[in-house]
């Protein structure tokens, strides 16, 4: 009880700071976040994961926290703000780490095709930033044509079609070995255009930090523009829906069309995420898309406090982040990881940070239960 | 494509496809039950499935059954074993509700949390026989394949046009259907079924009828766990293996069964069940094992399209005797 | 809200003044210290790999044989530290690890990846920084044959040797003229298969695809009873021939059994049990010679007979050491002193060609028979 009123209390005070220092105070967290690679006084530096002679590179962990920070806000679209349970989401995730292997990748079987057909020279392939409209663009017709024919249906039943479908996309692409390379995947998936240092790339297999900058700037764009979203009339039609929908189908808003756009959205930032993926990679296969990867992305939303953006962000850090930390306690970390998860679910049910009105409705929900059992 | 294999061999191929089905339908039992009653999806039941199968190792090793013993004593091993393993598999998901599920339901937490405990849940079973139990104990705990002798060895009893029928088969077969038509009976005829279905019709109207809601809970969690033990033994005798994950996949597909007969809906683990595994074998036939999963969940998706509440439709409450 | 304005003033310019004084004062705390040079030397290797999750199993037993390679290596100048990655065989966990050992120059060499998804994804970035890999057990054909990297060495034959010398086994050996292969449609039964196919021509039968985590191989076994097979070739690994393997013996099928090295381990009998007796295993490891101690160091350090790529670890390491005491003192040394390295191994006589593969001739392909849930030695296959 006092964690969230106290959790409340820091909100509360957020909203009544003067604009300013709410600017600055923003600007200063954007600035501490860009410098998170050079982290090095201690004893702040102990969060690095680059401690111990058996840890793993820190800023090369910052980016796939980013990245899954982009997943987190795309499925906190889908989950949280609409109220819908997708167990597919890795499904997104692959096709946009797909699209740019297909299309940007000279070794990709598409690619090779297309040169031949239309005689371009050997090596050629879609440009970069061609690639990031198509990677959008698949997963988003694959949002719609998932979510068509299946948004109509209740809840736990989207659950398990949505998983099924993240299966269909992993199998396929290990199956159709003429299109996308079969199970050993596809390599030389291009990197960002950038100017050359020190004889590389820009976008090098080495300088993550440079990635991490990138997914880090495509991230604060995508949360102002889910935040506009949220506050949004669509943001209002998806609230209305999560509550109550034949309610809200009353009051006029149609249901079916925003889960749609719901999961349009949800499903094209998870395919941009995963573009970054396979980009940063330079290699993509298909075991890198198992279902469990799903259940991950869940997790992330609902422990962080579904429903809110900045949970979203703290449950994908915190996911990523605490088991690249420890990675010295080796194959402790998936029990610890299950315990904590429950654990922490069993504690806090309303998430870490959980948005101001679910957490007030949580606690209706809490004393009706109460007051329930006190009936009894 | 291999129709021509299809059609010649069809017999055949139901009668694996019902036999693989029959396993999935008794998982199915324990998803469809929890939901009827909590209208909430038990992700550790995988999980409880697993442990059943460990159960039936372990009363193996502790009684020293192997393959080639008298009759007598195969009866009596594979009784034993059926009986740890429902016993282990209950108290499994029992366990679960206890610490994963009530304390939600005491605090109202929304359907997602307990998805999310789930998954915890079944996390830290998975592990406890890949990594805890490793670390104590030591083999056969760990993260590899691990064989069950075959007690009960596999021989052909008679034949159908064509068909061996064998001993294993016929078990699996009658065992999954016998236990399905025991639970339906016990849920449609007795007086804790009918708190059972009192409770899955509405909750609210049933504790204020003296229904106590927390023990038809907990009976729903114990009876779906005894039938995944009777699966495990099943299981063990058809492919004389067990893992730590192995739970993970048949999970999957008892869950998919569940929602194609109808989650909620008993008999419609068991069309569920049986459909899915004709229809995976039937794939694996056409084209081949590769492609089954695609096949699965494209059937479900199909199907739930024309019924979306699945093929006999939901509600435990609501199936009549 | 006066009072909580000046709180938030407060904050904001302490959080100027932290971002300020950290630009100034660091403090050195890159890749856990130990900066290698001059002529001090103190050097890390890396090894990377599965050690947690499921296929743990196949790769631990070399990270145990390079350790041993270690602890009995004996040198008074240098001092070689061991470090163990963990990647639970994922591409995705594998890259930051590379690009740690990448960034952190104490490291001279790395042994792996020991699978091939997580070496294709990692191999680009030891390139880049010229870190030298000695695979223990990435077998997958395009390592080595198409976008060769200069770091890259393996101590075992791609896929399609492999592939060639079970189909050799499957015609000379068990005189099979109807193979049915099955492949589990993963990275590493797939190609091995197709190799096997190809090899065989028409002494194959029929080929069916099944997958990883399947129990349930009704279907193939049905394929295989129409098709009347005199041998049965499965590339894949161990979880799941053993049900297969159990299916098939219960529908009355005794055709041998042949699968690759992916059933090559210590725990291949105790999952097959009874229905795996007989069953045999293809694999690029020699048996180790009796008069060697390797089996007997091996069982008193870690309480276990060496496993699967042992051997394989244990030459890898040897070479990084041979390479240190031939006064290698960095990352470009090693890399030429180990292309050019001849010697002796465990496994076998150790040699790279320019692609960073040994020598076909310097290769023995072995038949393991499984006796009473042991892997024994059977026969010397040359493909």
Known sequence: MSQITSALRIGDRWDHAPKAVRWVALLLLVAFAYYLPYLNILPFAYVRTDLTSSGSDWASVLFLVVVYMIVAVGLNVVIGLAGLLDLGYVGFYALGAYSIALFGSPSSPVTQLIADRFGLSEGWAVPFAFCIPIAILMALVAGVILGAPTLRLRGDYLAIVTLGFGEIIRITARNVDGVTGGAAGITNVPTPPGPEIDGRAFFNTIDAERWYWLALTILILIIFLARRLENSRVGRAWLAIREDEDAAAVMGVAGFKFKLWAFAIGASLGGLAGLLFGSKQQYVEPNAFMVQLSFLFVAMVVIGGSGNIVGALLGAFLLTYLPERFREFVDWRPFAFGVAMVAVMVLRPQGLVPSRRRAREFEDRKQEAEEAAADV | ?321 | MIRSSKTWQAVAFTAVAGLALSACGTTDTDGGGGSAGGDDCNFKIGVMGALSGANASIVLPSVDGADLALRQWDNDECEVELVKFDTEGDPAKATPVATQIAGDESFIGVIGGAFSGETRATKSIYNDAGVTMVSQSATATDLTQEDQVEVFHRLVPYDDYQGAAIAKYLTDEVGATKVFVVDNSEAYGEPLADRVEETLGDKMVQRDKTEVGQTDFAPTISKMESAQPDAIMYGGYIAEAAPLLKQIRDAGIDAPFVGGDGLYGADFGNAVGEAGEGAVVMCPCAPIEDDSTFAADFEEEFGSAPGAYAAEGYDAMSVFLAALDDGARDRASVEEFVDGYTGEGLSKEVAFDENGDVPQENVSYWAYKNEGGTLVPEVEVAP
């Not at chain 2, 139901?14 to 036999?19: P, R, Y």
């Not at chain 2, 969940?297 to 399209?305: A, G, W």
Request: hydrophobic share 55%; glycine share 12%.
């Open chain 2, 1 to 321: 494509m291999d129709f021509d294999a299809l059609i010649s061999g069809l017999d055949r191929h139901t009668l694996d496809g019902i036999t693989r089905g029959s396993i999935y339908a008794l998982v199915a039992l324990g998803y469809t039950m929890v939901y009827g009653v909590m209208k909430l999806i038990n992700f550790a039941h995988s999980e409880v499935f697993m442990v059943g199968t460990w159960a039936v190792l372990g009363t193996y090793t502790a009684i020293g059954a192997t393959a080639g013993m008298g009759v007598g004593m195969v009866i009596a091993a594979t009784l034993l074993a059926l009986l740890a393993a429902m016993l282990a598999s209950a108290g499994t998901a029992l366990a679960v509700e206890r610490i994963a599920y009530r304390p939600l339901r005491k605090k109202g937490a929304p359907p997602l949390i307990f998805l999310i405990t789930g998954i915890g849940c079944s996390i830290v079973l998975v592990e406890t026989f890949g990594q805890v139990l490793r670390v104590i104990f030591g083999p056969p705990f760990g993260r590899v394949t691990v064989n069950i002798p075959s007690v009960l060895e596999t021989t052909t009893l008679f034949e159908i046009g064509g068909l061996n029928i064998t001993n294993t088969r016929l078990l699996i077969i009658v065992g999954a259907i016998a236990m399905m038509f025991a639970l339906d009976t016990f849920v449609n005829k007795s007086r804790l079924g009918r708190g059972v279905r009192a409770v899955a019709q509405d909750p609210d109207t049933a504790s204020l009828m003296g229904v106590n809601q927390e023990r038809v809970i907990m009976l729903v969690f114990v009876l779906g766990g005894a039938m995944a033990g009777v699966a495990a033994l099943l299981y063990s005798i058809q492919y004389d293996i067990t893992k730590f994950d192995i739970g993970f996949f048949i999970g999957l597909k008892a869950f998919t069964a569940a929602v194609l007969g109808g989650i909620g809906n008993l008999r419609g683990a068991l069309v569920g069940g049986l459909f899915l595994g004709i229809a995976e074998v039937y794939a694996s036939i056409i084209w081949s094992s590769e492609w089954t999963n695609v096949t699965a969940f494209v059937v479900l998706v199909i199907i739930l399209m024309f019924r979306p509440t699945g093929l006999l439709g939901e509600s435990l409450g609501k199936a009549r005797a």
